[in-house]
């Protein structure tokens, strides 16, 4: 229940701040590894999702 919580939570601040965050990314007098940041903090935060579901019995 608690990850569900964070699930909304987390999908509610990425529907708020889109249009500012697909701004930033596509600006073209950005730096080239802009929509890559996006998605390493996208692969942080499922990897920290994962390690949480699991149980101390499963390592």
Do not use: C, H
């Amino acid at each position: 229940m608690n990850n569900q919580r964070l699930v909304i939570l987390l999908l509610l601040v990425a529907y708020i701040f889109s249009p500012t965050l697909f701004t930033w990314v596509l600006n073209p007098d950005g730096a080239w590894y802009r929509p890559y940041l996006v998605w390493v903090f996208v692969i942080v935060i499922a990897f920290i999702m994962q390690i949480r579901r699991k149980e101390p019995n499963d390592l």
